[in-house]
């Protein structure tokens, strides 16, 4: 299975702290993006990391890439309150565009 | 501006019954995607539609399933027959194009099957 899978489960931090989400997989791939969902909601896209980049920012966003390790990891930087959601990785299969989403990290970040 | 916006946003439905869901992109693009997020579980591929063909498919997207872009600017799932394990999220995305393939999804469609 190509899906990746994040972990912790959850997180509940407080405002203003850092959080840090972490995502594996297990077979080659071209790209990794992170989506962030709010309850009931759609998925917004956050960044694309591709497999020959090691880390990519945006924002208060920064996102490690390490292909040897098969592991990705998003960092949320000054959380606030609307930072709560709960957040993906989604791998390709290194063939086509379809991406493998895992079960994703819920974020609780306390006012 | 959503780059693709879907309809209907919730659409509720009798087991047995066909239901057709919308997908408007924005603007002209060549790659779309369905995925389905049943409540609680993860996001799963159902199907990608490349220049008005089925590229990919998953073992979800049975033969219940369809796809077509039947204007060339629409993109609708058909469900022939739903089932209540059909109740779910439906998101279609798109390809954003160009070098980069960042996949943008629309809202969703909440599906419900009594």
């Known amino acids: 299975s190509q899906q990746g899978e994040e972990d912790p489960q959850a997180l509940s931090i407080q405002e203003g702290e850092n959080a840090t989400m972490n995502c594996s997989y297990k077979t080659s791939i071209n790209n990794l993006q992170w989506y962030r969902q709010n309850s009931g909601r759609g998925l917004v896209h956050l960044i694309l990391i591709r497999s020959n980049e090691r880390e990519k920012h945006s924002g208060r966003l920064r996102v490690t890439l390490d292909t040897s390790k098969k592991s990705s990891s998003l960092l949320i930087t000054a959380s606030r309150a609307a930072d709560t959601a709960s957040y993906f990785c989604?791998?390709?299969?290194?063939?086509?565009?379809?991406?493998?989403f895992g079960t994703g990290t819920s974020l609780t970040v306390i006012p | 501006e959503p780059e693709v916006t879907q309809t209907p946003s919730h659409q509720v439905t009798q087991m047995g019954q066909e239901v057709i869901l919308r997908c408007v992109p924005i603007s002209n693009h060549l790659y779309f995607y369905w995925y389905r997020q049943i409540l609680g579980q993860k996001v799963e591929f159902l199907v990608s539609f490349y220049n008005n063909e089925i590229s990919e498919k998953s073992e979800i997207f049975d033969d219940q399933f369809s796809v077509e872009r039947p204007d060339g600017s629409n993109f609708t799932l058909k469900i022939r027959s739903t089932k209540l394990e059909d109740s779910a999220m439906y998101f279609c995305?798109?390809?954003?194009?160009?070098?980069?393939?960042?996949?943008?999804f629309g809202p969703g469609t909440r599906l419900t099957v009594l």
């Open positions: 989604a791998t390709d299969a290194g063939t086509g565009n379809q991406f493998y």
């Open positions: 995305a798109i390809l954003r194009g160009g070098l980069s393939n960042e996949q943008f």
